[in-house]
């Protein structure tokens, strides 16, 4: 090799070398800037992730909670509240088939359906500490919502959550109870698109009596004889599914047991019997039958809430008739004379029917937002005076 050559290779090394580390010093300039050499934004910015099982979550209903990184429900109305920083919140979780509502700073609940696997509640809002109420509007049949937790801005985080109201009452009951119809008209099959849980009599009695509220409620379902069933009916009823934490209408399979110790109870006000009555044609029950039946979900109930009071109450729909009314009452009747305590019926439609036919969803079954104001002012009172609220 001539000494010219050599010189050359010398001369090609170091600008070799040179090339190298100016690669260097730019590839850590960029990421230092939080941007990489795929094309990522310089501005980029990572979120703030919030685990379902974070302290300052508070949760209300009927939650599955085993599972610290995936929270699960299937019941109608169950909701979750929160304070957080930041301009923007999404939920983590996968939902396909159930609506929710979405409320920031007590603003105006909002329809949402989840998408994929985060679905955004709010953005562009002003920074600063905001309140987040999320509801699930659909009932447990719908399908389970499986939760991740929140995503917020990044440095965001939760603030302290507000103190827990001293009241909760559960409501126990059927496609009424669970809010059907009272969100729109029925057309074809949007059945659970016009379900708004939230905005049933229950929920709108409790913040009434400033309490929080659990709903176990399941459209067509009867205490011994559902809607749709045949006779004898061998379907899920009321009391098979009560003790479970999920909605299922199987009877057979692994269902997590309820524990009331993760929402513990005031009262649970049942409205039950509707569909029982409502294929005479094809079966009524008996008086026995049905008071039997009636008498064996209040002792579930009782069960699972012991000392906690029941307060059953005559089917709303004025068609159920003196029937209905007298044997609820007749079940009530037959726990408190066999020795059980604090058990109370409640009549709806004693002396005349409480909702007129404007206030149902031209099925005079199903009540509207305004029948359901009715059934709640009308039980306000009621249900604070055997509560001893004031």
């Known amino acids: 090799m001539t000494g010219r050559e050599a010189r050359r290779q010398r001369s090609d090394r170091r600008k070799e070398e040179i090339i190298m580390k100016k690669r260097i010093l730019l590839a850590a300039a960029l990421l230092s800037m939080g941007a990489l050499c795929t ?64 409320s920031i700073d007590g603003s105006a609940l909002k329809k949402i359906k989840p998408k994929g696997s985060e679905t955004v509640l709010a953005e562009n809002l002003k920074p600063g500490t905001h309140k987040l109420l999320f509801v699930r509007s659909t009932e447990g049949y719908m399908g389970t919502t499986k939760f991740y937790g929140f995503e917020l801005d990044d440095g965001a985080k939760l603030e302290k959550p507000d103190p827990l109201k001293t009241r909760r009452l559960e409501f126990v009951g059927d496609s009424i109870t669970a809010g059907a119809k009272n969100d729109g008209e029925l057309k074809g099959e949007n059945y659970n698109d016009i379900e708004d849980n939230d905005q049933a009599y229950g929920p709108k009695v409790s913040r009434m009596l400033g309490a929080d509220y659990s709903i176990v409620a399941k459209s067509g379902e009867g205490v011994v004889h559902n809607w749709a069933d045949p006779w004898p009916s061998n379907q899920v009823h009321t009391a098979d599914h009560y003790v479970w934490t999920m909605y299922s209408d199987r009877k057979s ?44 979900l209040i002792k579930t109930i009782r069960s699972v809430n012991p000392g906690k009071k029941i307060i059953c109450t005559e089917p709303v729909p004025g068609w159920v008739g003196k029937r209905g009314r007298a044997w609820v009452k007749a079940a009530v009747d037959q726990v408190t004379g066999e020795g059980m305590k604090e058990v109370y019926f409640l009549a709806i439609n004693d002396p005349q029917p ?7 969803a031209h099925d005079s079954t199903h009540p509207l937002q305004t029948g359901h104001q009715k059934i709640a002012d009308y039980l306000k009172d009621k249900i604070a005076a055997i509560m001893g609220w004031k």
């Open 354 to 360: 409480l909702l007129e036919e404007s206030d149902y």
């Open 39 to 102: 094309g990522v934004p310089q501005n980029a910015s990572a979120a703030t992730m919030i685990a379902p099982n974070d302290a300052n979550l508070q949760y209300f209903g009927r939650w599955d909670k085993s599972n610290a990184q995936e929270y699960q429900c299937a019941q109608g109305a169950v909701y979750i509240k929160a304070n957080f920083t930041g301009t923007s919140i999404k939920a983590k979780m996968r939902d396909p088939n159930d609506k929710w509502r979405v």
């Open 253 to 296: 399979g692994e269902h997590s047991l309820w524990d009331a110790k993760d929402f513990p109870i005031d009262a649970t006000i049942v409205a039950m019997g509707t569909n029982d009555f409502s294929k005479p044609a094809q079966h009524s029950p008996t008086r026995d039958e049905f008071v039997a039946g009636y008498v064996h």
